[in-house]
């Protein structure tokens, strides 16, 4: 039995006061995780009583109290002085034969199963005898690359000297430690050849939102340090965790990191008081940076281990443990490997069921109004823009003003405190996109850009009703969080509009029946960014938009059409994990032609028309010759998402479909592109389709009620046009008898009928009028959510 060192598979989570959270944590995934498949390499702990052994046996305990008698760490220059000192008191000691001989004994087994040219990671684990549960995460030093016995030997003095670095020494008396009770172990590992693959760090929960139902997964070049440290921005992955459960293997989203450096292996050998040493940063080429860091297959197995290894901890600590772990990838032998886990602290800590309500405390004087959209203030500095080619002005927490915005500009508004357009109602882009990033924003503010100037100070309301007003000055307003939890659950199914996926985890806390309408076009727009015909045809392109095309899809092996069916599926299925196995409504595109002429190399394929609105949009392009093979791809990413990702909750939605005959044609047109058994909805927004409600039914398994289009088109409003907006109003009476004969036609089927229009947000009286109607669902934007639930419960009773 050796004294000084002990092998991962002696260790375990209970040997932390003896080999820190690092060594306990590795032994404990070493024995339980790798009968399941998760490959951690071996090694051994050098331990808390070799420590000791270290400084009696070169008298080091009175010195270092000496050191520390008269300590103010608040003093830097103190501070400086006492950890160099103490550094070099540790490296002035000589290791003790009996164990020098047990480390290098050590060494000597690694290379017996790893092979003699073996290097090895030499990594401090610090452990602090009155509180095992104390992290010293980053504290301390590791050192990669180590081979040889004097380089071992000399890494293992090292990290005990990091035991009194200055931000250690800081962090101990912060953190109530005495610095002398604070004892360093050793991890020594088979170093993973990371540096000729790759590595990153993955969390069993989404990082930002604390959404339990994924893993995140970062992954760049070369050895992890550069993305411990944040220093490059690496590729990003989601793994769904209840569809992978199910047997679905599948990345649920991935996004391109740039990945501007990568650590390798330096020759230099000599001795420097530098971790770094054996280790250095160089660029990554560029082929490599426009490449995933790792295959689909690596992403879904990194998954599954975060799964097994969440589960575990959760077991052993008897509570709900979301964890935070490392991995990397061995260039020479291909494998995988995991190289330490801790519990995550800041979600797990988090109560999942409170949100917000907001209200201005004090009045100033008006400046601009116009619609208010969404119920949440928002205070800063004005930025006028009137395009995309001023975004460098913009800095986080401005207030954008603008005439109008579209969606190119999400970027900018995504930064913005609030968004105030000159145009434009409620179910304008700058009032969709706004409302869907959570961002207060007034529209149709007449001459915003003329009367707010840029940096004044300003206050945009959107929390007293209709009108939205934007005050002088920065005003005082707080901010009322609700307990969802103590909610009244009404029998009228109550969803939420989405098109955006990066919000679908923050909204997934909402109490929610599911989602009434994913829109696809946010996905295509600015994601894709491409036209799906100039996908089809890049014969008929410009070199410039072929390079553009190109550029985007070389990550996915420079298959054009992959690129589009990954990216629409992934984008959609992660809208729909955030409220799985609820239902989830995904309508099929319905771009304008002159919001798809945008698109990158849309001008080939698009006409110009007087009317869009009223033009070759919705149904007739899906069996249309100039967009069938558009149809067709767009059929093959949901295909994809339902059946290769498992996101059978997803429910297929055709818009604007004006005739019988339309709609069976577009039927056929999707069980011939693969699609037989979905369940397939119908937008119910022309006049026709209520009229002919029966028959449309016939065809399709429910309808969801447009009241945008509805209006415009029961009324003869263009919902466009400031002139007549006066009377475009979905409480008109006319409206209503539309509304009522449709969903009475969907009861007479026995088939499903929502609403995905704007007024019950807007109008509290339409969710009375929807409930005695006796409509199955409303879906809402995700603002007026908790408000609706409370009134639709209330009315109910």
Not at 118 to 140: H, I, K, M, W, Y
């Amino acid at each position: 039995m050796s004294r000084y060192i002990k092998w991962f598979k002696e260790l375990s989570l209970k040997d932390v006061a003896e080999v820190g959270g690092k060594n306990a944590s590795l032994g404990e995934m070493y024995n339980h995780l790798t009968p399941l498949g998760v490959r951690v390499p071996n090694g051994y702990a050098v331990t808390a009583t070799a420590y000791k052994h270290y400084l009696d046996y070169n008298h080091l305990w009175e010195p270092l109290k000496e050191l520390f008698s008269n300590f103010d760490p608040d003093d830097i220059e103190q501070l400086k002085s006492v950890g160099a000192k103490a550094r070099e008191l540790i490296m002035q000691g000589e290791i003790p034969e009996d164990l020098k001989s047990e480390i290098l004994q050590g060494y000597r087994e690694l290379q017996k199963e790893y092979g003699e040219d073996v290097s090895l990671a030499v990594r401090s684990s610090a452990t602090a005898e009155d509180s095992p549960t104390a992290s010293f995460a980053g504290q301390n030093e590791s050192y990669l690359n180590i081979k040889g016995d004097d380089n071992l030997l000399w890494a293992y003095k090292m990290c005990l000297a990091s035991n009194f670095t200055d931000r250690s020494i800081n962090y101990k008396y912060t953190h109530g430690f005495d610095p002398l009770k604070v004892y360093l172990s050793v991890v020594v590992m088979k170093m993973v050849r990371s540096d000729l693959g790759s590595s990153g760090v993955m969390f069993s929960i989404d990082t930002e939102t604390g959404f339990r139902d994924v893993v995140f997964i970062n992954a760049a070049w070369g050895l992890g340090e550069n993305v411990v440290q944040g220093t490059i921005e690496p590729d990003s992955f989601y793994v769904h965790k209840p569809t992978y459960k199910k047997g679905y293997k599948a990345v649920l989203k991935r996004s391109l990191g740039s990945k501007e450096l990568m650590m390798v292996f330096s020759d230099k050998k000599e001795r420097a008081n530098l971790a770094e040493q054996f280790t250095k940063n160089i660029k990554t080429p560029i082929e490599k940076r426009l490449k995933f860091a790792l295959s689909d297959d690596e992403v879904v197995r990194l998954g599954y281990w975060a799964m097994k290894i969440e589960e575990h901890y959760s077991q052993v600590r008897g509570t709900y443990t979301p964890m935070d772990m490392e991995w990397a990838k061995d260039g020479i032998d291909g494998e995988l490997y995991m190289v330490q886990a801790r519990p995550e602290t800041v979600h797990s800590q988090e109560k999942a069921t409170v949100l917000e309500i907001y209200k201005l405390l004090e009045k100033g004087k008006v400046l601009v109004s116009g619609h208010a959209v969404g119920e949440k203030i928002g205070a800063g500095r004005v930025k006028v823009m009137y395009s995309m080619s001023e975004a460098d002005k913009f800095e986080e927490g401005d207030v954008l003003v603008a005439p109008t915005t579209s969606p190119d500009w999400e970027p900018v508004m995504k930064k913005a405190s609030a968004i105030v357009t000159e145009t434009g109602g409620r179910t304008c882009h700058a009032a969709i996109v706004s409302r869907e990033l959570g961002k207060p924003a007034v529209v149709g503010a007449k001459n915003a850009t003329k009367i707010l100037k840029d940096n004044m100070p300003v206050t945009v309301s959107c929390a007293e009703g209709e009108i939205g007003k934007v005050y002088e000055g920065i005003l005082k307003f707080t901010v009322e969080k609700v307990d969802i939890s103590t909610l009244p659950r009404p029998k009228t199914k109550i969803m939420m509009n989405l098109g955006n996926p990066e919000l679908a985890f923050s909204l997934a806390k909402l109490p929610v029946d599911g989602i009434g309408l994913a829109r696809m076009e946010f996905i295509i727009n600015n994601y894709i960014k491409a036209h799906p015909m100039a996908i089809k045809h890049p014969e008929l392109l410009s070199d410039t938009e072929k390079a553009l095309i190109d550029e985007l899809s070389f990550p996915f092996d420079g298959d054009a059409e992959d690129f589009f069916i990954k990216t629409l599926s992934e984008g959609v299925a992660t809208i729909a994990s955030s409220v799985y196995p609820k239902k989830c409504i995904v309508r099929m595109s319905d771009f304008k032609s002159n919001e798809y002429a945008n698109l990158l190399g849309g001008r080939h394929f698009e006409p110009i028309e007087a009317n869009p609105m009223l033009g070759f949009r919705g149904a007739a392009r899906y069996t249309h010759p100039q967009y069938a093979e558009g149809f067709e791809l767009e059929c093959r990413a949901m295909k994809r998402a339902i059946e290769t990702m498992g996101f059978e909750n997803i429910v297929l939605m055709i818009p604007f479909c004006r005739r019988v005959e339309e709609a069976k044609r577009v039927k056929e047109a999707i069980i011939k592109n693969g699609l037989e058994d979905v369940e397939l909805y119908m937008m119910c927004e022309i006049p026709n389709n209520v009229i002919q409600i029966d028959k449309f039914l016939e065809i399709y398994d429910g309808i969801s009620i447009g009241t945008n289009d509805l209006t415009q088109l029961t009324l003869g409003v263009d919902r466009d046009s400031d002139i007549v907006a006066f009377d475009y109003d979905e409480r008109d009476e006319g409206v209503k008898m539309m509304v009522k004969m449709a969903v009475e036609g969907a009861k007479r089927a026995g088939k499903y009928s929502g609403l995905c229009g704007q007024a019950p947000s807007d109008y509290p009286e339409y969710a009375e009028f929807l409930v005695q109607i006796g409509i199955e669902s409303m879906s809402l934007n995700p603002d007026s959510v908790l408000k609706i639930i409370k009134k639709v419960a209330e009315l109910e009773r």
